[in-house]
């Protein structure tokens, strides 16, 4: 599989932004006792990321983090992340990732759609290079894997 990917065909803007959160990213670690965890794991490279986060009492994210090992676009991506989400109830992170996610495949998106993922179109570029989405779209996989199991948990729960 062909990883190789040059960063410096991107727009330079884009460019900046996404070395930028490499470079120094936000919000890095892991929580203990989170009420979400999950791992996102890149089968091609081996690459793995892994989110945390913790949910206040009124379901909103109180706390995000992110952890682990992988090329520039997937750590900017999962820094990115981290910022965009807080203060958000688990509908809302849900319809944000879905709209990443359809920005990345290519479809057209409502105004609404892109408000809610605003900052994150210095990603798009990535598209260029169908191979490295998936590394753009890493931690955004775990995070709906770990809403989704935490959706399972919490309604086995109730009565
Ligand atoms: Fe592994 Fe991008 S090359 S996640």
């Not at 999950?38 to 690459?47: E, M, V, W």
Request: hydrophobic share 35%; net charge negative; with cysteine.
């Amino acid at each position: 599989m062909d990883y190789s990917f040059d960063i410096n065909s991107l727009d330079d803007l884009y460019q900046e932004v996404i070395l930028d959160h490499y470079q120094r990213p936000r919000n890095k670690g892991v929580l203990t006792n989170p009420d979400i965890s999950s791992k996102g794991f890149n089968p091609f490279c081996g690459d793995e990321i892994i989110l945390s986060i913790k949910l206040d009492s009124k379901g909103k994210t109180k706390c995000i983090l992110f952890d682990g090992q992988g090329c520039s676009i997937s750590q900017a991506s999962a820094s990115m992340l981290t910022e965009l989400l807080s203060n958000k109830n688990l509908d809302e992170l849900k319809s944000i990732s879905y709209s990443f996610r359809a920005m990345m495949r290519g479809e057209s998106l409502s105004s609404g759609e892109m408000s809610l993922i605003e900052g994150l179109e210095v990603l798009e570029g990535v598209r260029k290079f169908p191979i490295r989405i998936k590394c753009a779209l890493l931690a955004w996989a775990a995070l709906e894997d770990g809403i989704e199991e935490y959706s399972v948990k919490v309604l086995k729960k109730e009565p």
